[in-house]
């Protein structure tokens, strides 16, 4: 008895130590779970300006130099390549969306820039038919006009003296010898005389040392191509001519839109000179090759001009109708949606969930109408796409390592037009990167942080009033911005890593401003595939030999060049 008083005790004991044990378990499990909850808010650092910016440890955002905050929870749950912008940045880069519509006329119009040219059919050459020298010219000046059998020149001919001295010999033995005498007339009709102007030599009996040229056609001088004095040798052109009552307009077509031409069609002709008049042209030529430049077929088509109304070189506008899509409705987008990158369009769209979260999206553009893309693939009535501040956005999504047109090999497509004073300016902002690029290739912490400096100086002193495209203006003032930050920050880092890991966001956006503005010479895009933690980077270099700039001597050799940059003759 005493014995199983002894084990309901032990019993008894076990379950109140149970209790109090499994319980402050309990408790405890349940503080863990709220340390790793609090930890896990904190486990990613941010930036309010560029959420885009992921950091595991705190400190200062690589853009914009302001201190991380805490990454909200929640950030996390977008796709791999969405990523999300906040509304104060969106202000200030002006990121600005349009929601897609489409267009359901049941044609859609096409409208091609050129300009007048001679139709080459009808050019012609008019030349000398013996050899000799220019005694005097009729024409004075190109663009005369010139009606057929107008005389042109007059040629002094040694050839035709002798053969006028034969001719006369023969006609005195005409009535003994007739083969030699016609033979002889003959050898003055291949030198392009008449029949009037041999009998009036046979009946003068005398010898002409000057001979006339008579034009063959009616016609305008497009060039004189010989001066009084000069010796000619038969066959020798004198007067390049054209027949101006036929022109051509000749246009640029870009791939996408070659299969909405064919010989014979017609297109309509507008003209500034001629305001609210329309005039026919029929397509006669499409060039079978394709610029691999310019990425342009030649189309030309024939305008009758008998009132002389149109002049070569004259700008024209040509305008398609009845160009029908392969679907019943069309979707347009802006122009200034579109990202090149090498043989891709891409465009952003703005997810409809009410948070600024944008996505890249391939599309396959149909003909350009305007300042609007036809779409072909990609886009769907409804869609938010990005029509202002879409570099700014490009940018965003490439500082985070999410899908966009810098994270891939690019050329971009479109450059503009700009004054040689801006591009000398952005040739010093161009030489001050380079020397950055060679301290780091140098592994110079010290000199790096003093060209970053310097660097920043260049670039206040370019002058964006210099920019008269409004476009252009944007997008220098966009990358202009994320240049300045750059290199800032570049200024207060003190390790080579880090200066590397920023010269890498410096580098991509220089790469646009000399792809999209241009400077004074060549610049080498070069890329090297173990940079940048095995996720590689691009830098740019004023020669084809390789220096890397992200190891230094460790691998100076490591890369390869991906393009030339040379537009800087335009």
């Known amino acids: ?75 996390d749950g977008l796709s791999a390549n969405q990523f999300k912008m906040t509304k104060n940045a969106l202000a200030l880069a002006n990121v600005q969306t349009t929601v897609v519509g489409t267009d359901k006329s049941e044609n859609t119009g096409l409208t091609l820039s050129g300009k007048i040219v001679e139709n080459e059919e009808l050019n012609t ?42 001719l006369l010999t023969a006609a005195s033995l005409k009535e003994t010898q007739p083969a030699l005498y016609k033979a002889v007339r003959n050898k003055l009709k291949l030198w392009k005389l008449s029949e009037n102007q041999i009998n009036q030599i046979e009946i003068s009996k005398k010898v002409r040392e000057n001979f006339p040229i008579y034009a063959t056609v009616s016609g305008t001088v497009l060039e004189k191509m010989v001066n009084v004095g000069d010796y000619v040798k038969q066959g020798q052109g004198l007067l390049k ?25 017609t297109i309509k002709i507008k003209s500034n000179a001629y305001l609210g008049e329309i005039f026919k042209a029929k397509v006669i030529f499409i060039d079978p090759m394709v610029n691999p430049t310019t990425r342009v077929v030649k189309l030309r088509a024939t305008i009758a001009n008998r009132e002389q109304k149109f002049k070569p070189g ?83 999504a490439q500082l985070q390592g999410k899908k966009s047109m810098m994270n891939h090999e690019k050329s971009i497509k479109e450059s503009f037009e700009v004054s040689i004073d801006f591009k000398k300016q952005l040739q010093e902002v161009y030489n001050s990167y380079i020397r950055i690029k060679d301290h780091l290739v140098e592994t110079d912490k010290v000199k790096t942080k003093k060209e970053s400096t310097m660097f920043n100086l260049r670039l206040n ?10 476009r252009a203006l944007e997008e220098w003032m966009t990358l202009e911005k994320i240049l300045e930050l750059s290199s800032l920050k570049m200024e207060t880092l003190e390790t080579i890593e880090e200066q590397r890991n920023q010269f890498r966001v ?31 980077a691009y830098w740019l270099s004023k020669e084809e030999k390789i220096s890397n700039p992200y190891f230094g001597d460790k691998m100076l050799k490591c890369g390869e060049v991906k393009q030339v940059i040379n537009h800087h003759t335009n």
């Open 1 to 75: 008895m005493k014995k199983y008083l002894i084990y309901v005790g032990l019993v008894m004991l076990g379950l109140v130590l149970g209790k109090f044990f499994f319980s402050g378990s309990f408790d405890n499990t349940d503080t863990h779970n709220h340390n790793e909850e609090v930890m896990s808010t904190s486990e990613f650092w941010t930036c309010s300006m560029h959420p885009q910016v992921r950091q595991t440890e705190l400190g200062d955002c690589p853009i914009c130099g302001m201190d991380l905050i805490p990454a909200e929870v929640g950030d």
């Open 125 to 166: 050459v008019q030349a000398s038919f013996f050899s000799g020298r220019i005694e005097s010219l009729k024409v004075s000046f190109t663009g005369e006009r010139v009606s057929k059998g107008q005389l042109l020149a007059t040629i002094y001919a040694p050839d035709l003296i002798k053969a006028q001295q034969e």
């Open 241 to 265: 001519m054209a027949n101006l009552n036929s022109v051509w307009a000749s246009f640029d077509v870009y791939e996408n839109q070659i299969r909405m031409f064919k010989v014979g069609q």
């Open 314 to 396: 004259m700008f024209v506008t040509g305008e398609v109708e009845n160009l029908k899509p392969n679907k019943d409705t069309n979707i347009l987008i802006p122009a200034s949606a579109v990202l090149w990158t090498g043989k891709r369009s891409v465009i952003y769209i703005k997810l409809k969930n009410g948070d600024p979260v944008f996505e890249m999206k391939e599309v396959i553009l149909g003909a350009k109408n305007g300042d609007k893309y036809i779409i072909l693939k990609g886009v769907s009535s409804g869609d938010e796409i990005v029509t202002n501040g879409v570099f700014t956005v490009d940018a965003s």
């Open 461 to 470: 002193e370019v002058d964006m009033e210099l920019l008269k495209n409004d």
């Open 506 to 536: 410096l580098s991509n956006h220089l790469i646009m401003v000399v792809e999209l503005f241009g400077i004074e010479e060549t610049a080498y895009k070069q890329y090297c595939p173990m940079a940048n933690s095995d996720k590689g």
